[in-house]
């Protein structure tokens, strides 16, 4: 299951678009379909991606701003252009493609997604293949696609779904995608906003290597045990797979190289969903339990730096954290408060507010301790004598911020 939801005005009404992935099952004709859609647009989208470097080529060469690309010059050249047996197909597997373009560049360009690459051509051999229709329906319990103009309604059939839609409202937008584990559908649904009773006040959560501290003295374990053994064999997947590259690296792409390739693919989907359902009941029971959250600015691209930490942070899934739990809070009314990267919520004691620093008695707290009692877990304070815990302190600091 996976939900999520933006707010959005419409009308002068506050809205909430929430979305629910569900697996599909599409008879042998609808998966024929599917897959061809699937084809349509990923051709859509490399051809409005060629052409939108044309265009910009273009203002470049004529040094006319009139003719750097958009959505609607993009859109409007590709209706323009369109082949005859592009008629067989919905309009809005089109749109919707150049829809994904255009938030591609934005993406790319936005100083707020740094990590966000520049648009490239899809290929066929990607091992997730999607398209997007605006124009779908829940129809006694199944989806309908849009049918394409000249088919007749006895040859286009209703595909059966694994779950109810939670939600009552408009099906704004429908995403099919196929990976490993066949097709999914995520319909963005307009419903209404729902606050839900709360019964805490404010709570703190310290994020860690491989656990959430939070509340008094309680945890959750972002990456379990059970884990090991599916990264165990992740690495020796790609460790076979880095082998036929170099023993062949021309014409590595055997049936044994897809069958090996296709095995690392299931276990890195097997471990986004036990992260993703650890992090989905996790920020669920926050934002049902606690009015105000307390969460710090973690600098994660810096610190995956560190060889040292990098991949276990990689691993712990912070910045999926902070998204769902942002968007759960506007979903519910909770107050989500991010504190401030220079907040030092490790070097202060809880208890009386005492702050270690680099040139004080004992210098700083850091992952070995101080300078006087190397322990990584305990913080001891040179002003009031405290020892605690080194994450139950910081968890205390966090929630008790006054911005």
């Known amino acids: 299951m996976f939900l ?48 939108w470097n044309d265009q910009y080529d273009a203002s470049l060469v004529l040094k006319d701003k009139s003719l750097i690309p958009n959505m609607q010059s993009i859109r409007n050249e590709l209706v323009r252009n369109k082949e005859d047996w592009q008629y067989e197909y919905p309009i809005t597997v089109l749109q919707q493609a150049v829809i994904n373009l255009a938030q591609a560049w934005k993406n790319f360009f936005s100083p707020n997604m740094p990590d966000s690459k520049k648009p490239k ?20 319990g199944k989806l309908i696609l849009p049918k394409p103009i000249g088919v007749s309604k006895g040859n286009w059939y209703g595909i059966r779904i694994s779950e109810p839609i939670r939600f009552t409202g408009t099906i704004k937008l429908t995403t099919i995608v196929k990976d490993i584990y ?22 703190g959560i310290d994020a860690n290597i491989k656990r959430f501290n939070y509340g008094n003295k309680e945890t959750v374990m972002i990456y379990p045990k059970k884990l090991d053994k599916l990264y165990d064999r992740i690495g020796h997947y790609q ?43 996790f920020t669920y029971y926050l934002t049902h339990t606690y009015k105000e959250i307390h969460i710090e600015d973690l600098d994660v691209k810096h610190m995956q730096m560190s060889r040292r930490i990098g991949k276990n942070l990689h691993r712990s899934l912070f910045r999926k954290f902070r998204e769902q739990l942002t968007y759960k809070c506007a979903w519910y009314g909770n107050k989500l408060v991010v504190l401030p990267r220079t907040y030092p919520s490790t070097q202060l004691c809880s208890k009386c507010g005492f702050r270690k620093t680099k040139d004080g008695y004992g ?22 004598g405290a020892v605690l815990d080194r994450d139950e302190n910081a968890v205390e600091n966090i929630k008790n911020y006054v911005g």
């Not at 997730?128 to 124009?135: E, I, L, P, R």
């Not at 066949?182 to 709570?203: C, F, H, Q, R, W």
Request: a positive charge; glycine letters at 4%.
């Open 4 to 51: 999520k939801c933006l707010y959005e005005t419409w009308k002068g009404v506050g809205l909430m678009i929430k979305t629910h992935k569900v697996r599909i099952y599409p008879n042998s004709h609808m998966l024929k379909v599917m897959q061809e859609l699937c084809s349509y647009s990923r051709y859509c989208y490399n051809l409005a991606l060629e052409t």
């Open 121 to 140: 051509f899809k290929s066929a051999k990607r091992d997730k293949q999607s398209f997007a229709t605006n124009t779908a329906r829940i129809t006694d």
């Open 182 to 203: 066949g097709y999914s559908a995520s319909l963005m649904i307009d419903t209404e906003d729902n606050e839900v009773p709360v019964t805490k006040g404010v709570v």
């Open 239 to 281: 460790k076979m797979l880095a082998k036929k590259r170099i023993a062949n690296p021309t014409n590595f792409r055997s049936k044994n190289y897809a069958t090996v390739r296709a095995k690392l693919q299931r276990d890195y989907s097997r471990v986004n969903r036990i992260q993703s359902d650890i992090l989905h009941k």
């Open 363 to 384: 210098g700083k707290q850091t992952l070995s301790g101080d300078s006087i009692h190397h322990e990584h877990q305990t913080y001891y304070c040179y002003n009031c």
